[in-house]
T-cell receptor, first 115, second 116 residues
């Protein structure tokens, strides 16, 4: 599996600020997913993107599937302390009956929000 | 809503011991996966299954075995534990009805395994 390039590696911001993180790949993906992981828990799906150019929101979160299908970004507006966690991007390659839709993950962006 | 359930949550093993990490899902998902997560890294695929009776290797399968006798269960076995297998293990599942779209993977809360 390919390791995706996710940046920034970490962010330390004040409550109320907007956050932007992105993910790039040398390969084309058919699906981009953004997950959030909190300490001691598994990744929880935030947003799923299925079409190049697609822009999708989930509350204060907005994510886009890049036109080239090789990148995606996630924005968080007006951050709050409960946004703290590690955010992972994941790309899913072209459908293959034998591939199992295995995901390729970025290394994560660690977000800290101070009140 | 149980979703994906993993047991145990924590375990310490001695080098050379064996153990089975359990994973069960109640969403009738046909696809199941095992990942490992090392500090500061994303998840890496160990094994996956597209349905009962079918399993296949992922990116890092060495030292592990799996079986899928039922749709619900997908246990991961370590036969001879080694320090390099110290990690957090996540099981995930998803549903696919064909090539048009695969539903996103849902993850369990993980098993934290230390090999000493």
């Amino acid at each position: 599996g390919q390791q995706l390039n996710q940046s920034p590696q970490s962010m330390f911001i004040q409550e109320g600020e907007d956050v932007s993180m992105n993910c790039t790949s040398s390969s084309i993906f058919n699906t981009w997913l953004w997950y959030k992981q909190e300490p001691g828990e598994g990744p929880v799906l935030l947003i799923a993107l299925y079409k190049a150019g697609e822009l999708t929101s989930n509350g204060r979160l907005t994510a886009q599937f890049g036109i080239t299908r090789k990148d995606s970004f996630l924005n968080i507006s007006a951050s709050i302390p409960s946004d703290v966690g590690i955010y992972f991007c994941a790309g899913q390659p072209r459908w293959d009956s034998n591939s199992g839709y295995a995901l390729n993950f970025g290394k994560g962006t660690s977000l800290l929000v101070t009140p | 809503n149980a979703g994906v359930t993993q047991t145990p949550k924590f375990r310490i093993l001695k080098i050379g011991q064996s153990m089975t990490l359990q994973c069960t899902q109640d969403m009738n998902h046909n696809y199941m996966y095992w990942y490992r997560q090392d500090p500061g890294m994303g998840l890496k695929l160990i094994y996956y299954s597209v349905g009962a009776g079918i399993t296949d290797k992922g990116e890092v399968p060495n030292g592990y075995n799996v079986s899928r006798s039922t749709t619900e269960d997908f246990p991961l076995r370590l036969e001879l534990a080694a320090p390099s297998q110290t990690s957090v293990y996540f099981c995930a599942s998803s549903y696919s009805s064909g090539p048009l779209r695969n539903q996103p993977q849902h993850f369990g809360d993980g098993t934290r395994l230390s090999i000493l």
